[in-house]
């Protein structure tokens, strides 16, 4: 069922057009991530969704209603920011009581409704505290209880653990998602970490200058990118880039020479046809590169190592191929890898993306 869905929203500020028309529809009890850099208009379109923004031009529907111009209060939705204030002079108690309390609940309502969001976010043993005397994390779980308490139908957050340190960051994921799954309503997280979209998203919505590059399940962005720009926002360490040339076509394959690399014949799967001579970029995900021995000696290359970076579980290994940016390649047992030796890797085809000059993916 449909809980939410956006038609050609807009957003301007005067001359300035933020959200350029998004077409999106959220099914109920989904979780999805908004992720895109610094600027693409994350924020925006989620105080839009929260009725903190207009909306410039399209139309907002939840649940099948038109609620584009309607206020806030009357969305059913509860948000959680980047800075969660917290009252400082109530204890946590109060705080999480506070919306229900305003929305005059019973008394006895109200701590029944406290006792068990506490003992669900883990807080039942601070409820007598005040924030100031909580960790950033136990915080935060404050800021989540208190916009859960009135059961909203819609759950959104803005950026919510970018203050935290790695560690607690870590753990809050694994609570939200445990959250989302105890709750199981609409949640929408805007986050510029793509791992953070990646490992709790049931779908990604990859934005970019006020625009949907790509919606899609995780690991089918990951694997099956539309363009250059998800293909490269998605992904730890970033994808590699080539430009190549082709060579020769049939049908159902392309043949191509990646001079950076000294190859002439690496022969990939694709449907589209192409002219001879076209120029495109292919794209190789760090995991993808294999031991010489793995690939046939026309898909093997050998770079010097001009950095190195042994992970313990794994290591990335830094070649320089004669470009700007150095490839890089994930080698699982690369013990015996040395710094500014030659390195010998293979291509396996089959995993190769390829990209259209202007970025687009050719499938
Ligand atoms: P994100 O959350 O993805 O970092 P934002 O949604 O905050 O991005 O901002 C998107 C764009 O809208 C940015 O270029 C920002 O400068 C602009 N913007 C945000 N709020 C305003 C505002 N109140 N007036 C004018 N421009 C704004
Ligand atoms: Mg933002």
């Given amino acids: 069922m449909s809980n939410l869905e956006l038609r050609s929203v807009k957003k301007s500020w005067d001359q300035l057009t933020v959200i350029h028309g998004v077409d999106l529809t959220i099914n109920s009890g989904e979780f999805v991530v908004f992720v895109g850099p610094s600027g693409c208009g994350k924020s925006t379109l989620l105080r839009m969704i929260a009725g903190l923004e207009e909306i410039s031009d399209g139309q907002l529907l939840i649940a099948g209603a038109d609620m584009t111009n309607q206020p806030a209060s009357e969305r059913g939705i509860a948000m959680v920011f980047q800075s969660y204030a917290l009252y400082p002079n109530m204890t946590v108690r109060d705080n999480l009581a506070y919306p229900l309390e305003m929305a005059k609940k019973p008394k006895e309502e109200v701590k029944r409704k406290v006792d068990a969001l506490a003992e669900k976010l883990h807080l039942t043993d601070y409820l007598h505290r005040m924030p100031r005397a909580l960790s950033g994390g136990q915080r935060q779980r404050v800021a989540i209880g208190r916009a859960i308490i009135r059961e909203p139908n819609i759950f959104l957050f803005d950026e919510p653990l970018s203050n935290l340190d790695a560690e607690l960051r ?10 989302h799954e105890s709750l199981g309503n609409t949640m929408i997280y805007v986050t510029h970490d793509q791992l ?28 099956d990118p539309d363009n250059m720009f998800v293909a490269g926002f998605i992904g730890s360490p970033k994808i590699n880039f080539l430009p190549a040339q082709v060579v020769a076509t049939r049908p159902g394959e ?17 449907q589209t046809p192409l002219a001879e001579g076209t120029t495109l970029w292919i794209g190789v995900r760090p995991e993808h590169f294999c031991q010489p021995q793995e690939a046939p000696e026309a898909y093997r290359f050998s770079a010097p190592v001009t950095f190195l970076e042994k992970l313990g579980h794994t290591n990335y290994v830094y070649l320089n191929v004669g470009r700007d940016e150095m490839l890089v390649a994930e080698v699982r047992h690369g013990e015996n890898v040395v710094l500014h030796d030659a390195m010998i890797l ?8 390829l990209f259209a000059e202007q970025g687009e993916r050719l499938r």
């Fill in 254 to 270: 392309v043949q191509l020479r990646v001079a950076d690399l000294g190859l002439n014949s690496l022969v990939c799967p694709l």
């Fill in 170 to 179: 870590l753990k809050m994921r694994i609570e939200i998602a445990r959250l």
């Fill in 196 to 223: 953070e979209a990646m490992t709790l998203a049931d779908r990604i919505v990859v934005l970019r200058q006020g625009r949907i590059e790509q919606v899609g399940e995780p690991l089918t962005i990951y694997h």
């Fill in 346 to 353: 293979g291509i396996d085809p089959a995993t190769v993306l």
